[in-house]
């Protein structure tokens, strides 16, 4: 189900010749009805890049708030499980590093990051009210940087871009000096983490992610080198509330889950550069 607010058809169509595949044209901030019973939802529905919650900031605070509240009502009614993807975000400019479930965050309501981050930490709140108030059967994840094929080229994060910038042999954008820092995991590793944690019983949230941390200079410099690009790296101005640091704390991960991510970056840069290389025209 999906309003395709940022996402696309081409990314799902090798799914629709799948008997047990069925696509929903739908805005989960309105009502949902789905025919028949259902074992599981996953509620993923966001806008996740700066640049479009910066582009869409009313629709981002509906569909973490009015869209979760109409997951939960649908999963209570089904009476089955819901999964909720909730966001490295809820930490802000962290304060702890690296960064633990138990931390509560260091979140600028106001600023314009918050769309995103509030929007996500209500939907939190919200989950855990419906888990602790009617008993629902609820799990939260908290993703952290994550990349693969099939993400959009103009999307603002930092690797579809810098695949973007070094394939055309554009200069490659770092913002401010470079020095902040981020952990990339490759969405199988993902996807991974996450079923394990709907199969779980743990209700709490989990952070999943990549806890190997690099800064965003030197990932460049690794894009760059493994497209044999001849860009040059250029700086611009660091925008407002930008992370200095994101790593995740995966300890509950390891310990309840047996999760840890396979694929190393290097691996993951190369599968991804080999798509789009293949898929430009």
């Not at 989960?28 to 700066?50: E, M």
């Not at 990349?147 to 554009?170: C, H, N, V, W």
């Not at 860009?231 to 840890?260: M, T, V």
């Amino acid at each position: 189900m999906d309003n395709l607010l940022t996402g696309s058809l081409s990314n799902i169509e090798h799914l629709f010749p799948l008997k047990e595949f069925s696509f929903y044209h739908h805005d989960v901030s309105k009502f949902i009805h789905v025919p028949g019973p259902l074992d599981y939802i996953l509620h993923f529905a966001s806008p996740a890049s700066p640049i479009d919650y910066l582009k869409m900031p009313i629709q981002t605070l509906k569909v973490g708030s009015l869209g979760t509240h109409n997951c939960l009502g649908l999963a209570k009614a089904k009476k089955a499980r819901i999964l909720v993807a909730s966001t490295s975000e809820v930490y802000g400019d962290p304060l702890v590093h690296p960064q633990h479930e138990d931390y509560w965050g260091n979140v600028n309501p106001v600023g314009p990051r918050g769309v995103y981050d509030e929007a996500k930490r209500f939907q939190e709140a919200i989950t855990m009210a419906y888990h602790n108030f009617h008993g629902l059967d609820t799990r939260i994840v908290r993703i952290f940087n994550t990349y693969g094929p099939r993400m959009r080229l103009d999307d603002g994060r930092a690797l579809p871009t810098f695949i973007s910038q070094a394939l055309k042999g554009e200069d490659v954008t770092v913002f401010g000096d470079g020095s902040q820092t981020r952990s990339f995991c490759y969405v199988s590793d993902l996807i991974e983490g996450i079923h394990s944690l709907l199969l779980s019983d743990e209700v709490r949230p989990i952070n999943i992610g990549s806890p190997h941390e690099i800064t965003l200079l030197n990932f460049a410099k690794e894009v760059i080198g493994l497209s044999s690009s001849k860009s040059k790296i250029i700086f611009k101005p660091l925008p407002q509330d930008d992370p200095h640091k994101r790593q995740p704390d995966i300890s509950r991960a390891k310990e309840i889950l047996n999760w840890n991510p396979q694929v190393s970056r290097r691996e993951g840069i190369i599968s991804t550069l080999k798509f789009y290389s293949s898929n430009s025209s």
